[in-house]
């Protein structure tokens, strides 16, 4: 459930809130009439001021220290667990001291004005940092996840969506991009919020080298919710999952330095002494050469990745609240390859596949975005917020590459001295691929959201309008010469070039959404537990005309057992109007009477909190299965996604999820998580023909064998696996330290997932039956700690300011595995085709420092 932040006051005093705010006064002015309302103010108020700690007299950061039903703003304690707090005089106060892990601690006081008064405590942590913690949240199909656990994830991207690939339901087969399927979905099907704005890729973007940073910026990251289905009418329109992301309010200043082979960032952030203004400022840089120069292609790869955030807070008044944020991004991918050597086939058949290029290639994507909130809340019940967000993107795609290839069998035979070399060739050809597109896309929204809480009833609404404008053009065609076969020989004496698309769109259109949601809850007189979330979604686009209703509704239980369990089950129709991507078939025609793809969801699922070795664990499944209907049959290839732009598919997801986590190691966090999937659709006039002769032989269409009659008959492929039909996915992150030497850590990361189907380019889906290898990858980091959070440096230290500093040395892919990631068709001599594998990244070696202060 949301909760509405409590608006306090800037004095931190009981006085008359301020209601306007005069923007034409100086700084100048300003302090001195803040200085002179401290000194009057000062005779009615008193000073509390202490240190907060652990059982084991370690000092508790970011601990919140309020007063009880009062309106002055909180403090937080700082590294060293000390807080000072300012609260009237003559009453009886109580205080709360509070943070997420932490069990929560009342504690009154009656001081006399002008009085100075310590008050140490020590707090029980009912979960040390990164162990997934029990929140209101618990009751919807929304996970929390520790966002500090991203920076000792060892990742080759160094993307924040690292953190999702172990989660249950998700699958990522790609170290290189950030993209990740959820429940039998694809990429485009996932719905990603920061502040409860809504984030957008990339339109042009066909493999995980391409892509260049994430819209998430995990240095200003607070907290992180994430669904693989079931959520909230609060939601936007998406089949599989929202990510929920929150940045942080600074209640002081800090700042982050990190750097590695991979690139590096910076980030600060601050604020006034009245905490009436708050800021966030990070910058990335990221360059993936370091990488790139371990693929089977060899070039000159010249990536280079940067932006620019900021998340800024201003309280106008105690009821009205202003936000920014903001998003700067050029990403540039320039690549001149050289050569490539690839060895595939089977110890019976070793075959080598050698290309020597000639061109370059040359992307860039600059995308920027911006959102404006105005937040009223004139009491506690109620919250209001208005945005204004826009997103614009700039992107273009420019190539000429000749590639010059050769198909060699190698020798097999152990006896021989020529084991391992070329035995002989199998073919040679030529392939060239041209491109020049070139987008322009802007999406810009106004919404307006409210919450409004009485008792355990919570009600929220929402409205948005939304238009988007696409100015699109298509340049493309390959060309492919197998051995010679594709040269002109009969009239009218042509070269045909394959897959060409020249197109141009200009396409607007406007949407407009809304919600309406209610959580109810209630106790029973056992003392058991019931909430009950139930919401309808609508959204209409003008231009097919289409509107949807998408009612969703989650029931959740928790039992008054001795045991910690709770029992949810969720149901709710998730229409997905399409996007711009949708529209545009393989040809590159843009449809515009395609409908919304729908997906009904099913769920069951619990979670129980227990403790094991006297330390705590949590252990979530979760069964589903997904209706599927009105869908558009799509390929992928590497990342990019090609639609057929029609309506002409149904189908099903169906599986089940399970993931536990807790202090396997003490104190420190770790999870597996394992989900098995089946997902198929059935495609509309998908039938197909075989050729037999008289004597039941099978033949090739248009031509006879020993003279006799043709017989064809007709085919109807049925359900198919979908193009994310992986059966099983296995994830895990463990942590582990020296027992006696705690500051050197092991971080390690494990993915598998087993294969997902493929086939020919001739945009056949019932040909689609072959299947990839099973991807398997493993990393690992070891971390150690220079200068540690909870141990303060000696004043004399120079650098005392420091709040921590850490080393790490990260291996990838440490089983030197070669995941494959899509095929490279090329022909022989004889016209037989050969699916050659593109593998992704060896192992390689990375070093990371971080420092905080």
């Known amino acids: 459930m949301g909760i509405l932040r409590r608006k306090t006051k800037i004095d931190q005093i009981k006085s008359k809130p301020v209601s306007t705010f005069n923007f034409r006064l100086s700084t100048f002015l300003f302090v001195i009439f803040s200085a002179l309302s401290c000194s009057v103010f000062s005779q009615n108020t008193a000073t509390v001021f202490g240190r907060i700690i652990d059982a084991q007299k370690n000092p508790i950061e970011d601990v919140t220290v309020s007063v009880f039903g009062g309106s002055q703003r909180p403090v937080y304690t700082d590294k060293y667990g000390k807080f000072e707090y300012v609260i009237p005089a003559g009453e009886s106060i109580v205080l709360v001291f509070s943070k997420p892990g932490v069990k929560q601690m009342r504690d009154s006081v009656k001081l006399e004005p002008g009085q100075r008064y310590e008050m140490n405590r020590s707090l029980r942590l009912e979960t040390l940092i990164g162990v997934e913690i029990v929140d209101q949240n618990r009751v919807q199909p929304m996970k929390r996840l520790d966002p500090k656990v991203v920076s000792y994830i060892p990742t080759a991207s160094g993307d924040f969506n690292a953190i999702l690939f172990s989660q249950p339901g998700v699958s990522s087969r790609n170290e290189l991009s950030s993209s990740y399927s959820v429940r039998g979905g694809n990429f485009d099907e996932n719905l990603v919020y920061v502040n409860g704005i809504e984030v957008y890729r990339p339109f042009l973007v066909r493999s995980g080298q391409q892509e260049g940073l994430s819209f998430i910026n995990p240095d200003m990251v607070s907290s992180v919710l994430f669904s693989a289905g079931g959520f909230e009418a609060k939601y936007g329109d998406k089949m599989s999952s929202v990510l929920d992301i929150q940045y942080r309010r600074p209640h002081k200043f800090a700042g982050t330095v990190s750097g590695s082979l991979l690139g590096s960032n910076v980030h600060l952030e601050g604020c006034t002494p009245n905490y009436r203004f708050t800021w966030l400022l990070g910058a990335r840089y990221k360059t993936s050469r370091y990488v790139l120069s371990s693929l089977d292609t060899r070039g000159d790869y010249k990536p280079s990745f940067a932006d620019v955030q900021t998340y800024l807070t201003f309280d106008i008044t105690d009821e009205w609240e ?117 987008l322009d896309a802007l999406v810009f929204s106004e919404e307006y959201k409210g919450t409004y809480l009485k008792g355990k009833n919570q009600l929220l609404w929402g409205a948005r309008w939304q238009y988007e404008s696409v100015n699109d053009k298509l340049s493309e065609w390959k060309y492919v010469d197998s051995a010679g076969f594709s040269l002109p020989q009969n009239p009218p004496y042509t070269i045909d070039l394959q897959d060409v698309i020249k197109t141009k769109h200009v396409l607007a259109s406007n949407r407009i959404m809304g ?27 003008n231009l097919n005309g289409e509107t949807v209703l998408s009612p969703r509704v989650t029931f959740a239980y928790k039992p008054n057992w001795k045991k910690d369990f709770l029992f949810r089950a969720s149901s709710g129709y998730y229409y997905q109007p399409p996007f711009y991507r949708e529209l545009r078939d393989l040809n590159g025609v843009v449809h515009t009477d395609v409908n919304a793809q729908k997906s009904v969801h099913f769920l069951l699922g619990s979670d129980l909190n227990f403790k094991a070795w006297d330390r705590p664990f949590k252990f979530v499944a979760e069964a589903y299965y997904k209706h599927l209907d009105n869908l558009i049959p799509y390929e992928i290839d590497n990342v990019r996604i090609r639609y057929y732009a029609e309506n002409s598919a149904k189908g099903h997801a169906k599986g089940i999820d399970m993931k536990v986590n807790g202090e396997f190691v003490n104190g420190i966090e770790s999870w597996a998580s394992i989900g098995i999937l089946s997902t198929k659709e059935d495609i509309k006039n998908d039938f197909y023909y075989d050729y037999y002769n008289s004597d039941g032989d099978k033949i090739i269409k248009g031509y006879t064998f020993n003279n006799k009659a043709v017989d064809s008959v007709r085919f109807e492929p049925g359900a198919i696996p979908r193009p994310t039909d992986q059966r099983i996915n296995f994830g895990l992150f463990f942590q582990d330290y020296i027992p006696k030497f705690p500051d050197f850590k092991m971080h390690l990361s494990l993915l598998f997932g087993t294969s997902v189907p493929f086939g020919p380019p001739d945009f056949a889906k019932y040909k689609d039956t072959l299947r990839m290898p099973p991807y398997r990858r493993v990393d690992i980091g070891f971390s150690y700690a220079l200068v540690k959070e909870e141990k303060k440096l000696p004043e004399h230290n120079p650098f005392k300011f420091l709040k921590s500093v850490w080393l790490s040395l990260e291996v990838f892919n440490l089983l030197q595995t070669n995941n494959t990631v899509s095929y490279l068709w090329v022909k022989d001599a004889t016209g037989r085709q050969y699916a050659i594998p593109n593998y992704l990244t060896a192992r390689q070696l990375n070093f990371r420092m971080m420092i905080k202060f």
Do not use: C
């Open 322 to 438: 202003l936000d920014f944020l903001g998003n700067y991004a050029r990403n540039q991918y320039s690549v001149i390859p050289e050569n490539r050597e690839t060895d595939f086939g089977t110890v019976n058949k070793a075959l080598r596949l050698q290309i020597y290029f000639d061109g370059q290639e040359a992307d860039k994507y600059d995308t920027y975005s911006g959102a404006l909130s105005l937040i009223y809340h004139p009491n506690e019940r109620v919250n209001m917020k208005f945005i204004t967000s826009a997103f614009r993107t700039f992107e273009n795609e420019s190539f000429d590459i000749q590639g010059q290839y050769y198909i060699d069998e190698l020798e097999n035979d152990f006896g021989k001295a020529t084991f391992g070399q070329v035995k002989n060739n199998l073919g040679v050809g030529t392939f060239l691929s041209h491109a020049r597109n070139d």
């Open 515 to 541: 919600y309406v949601e209610d959580i109810w809850s209630t106790r029973l007189k056992d003392t058991s537990e019931i909430t009950v979330t139930a919401g309808l979604r609508a959204n209409y686009w």
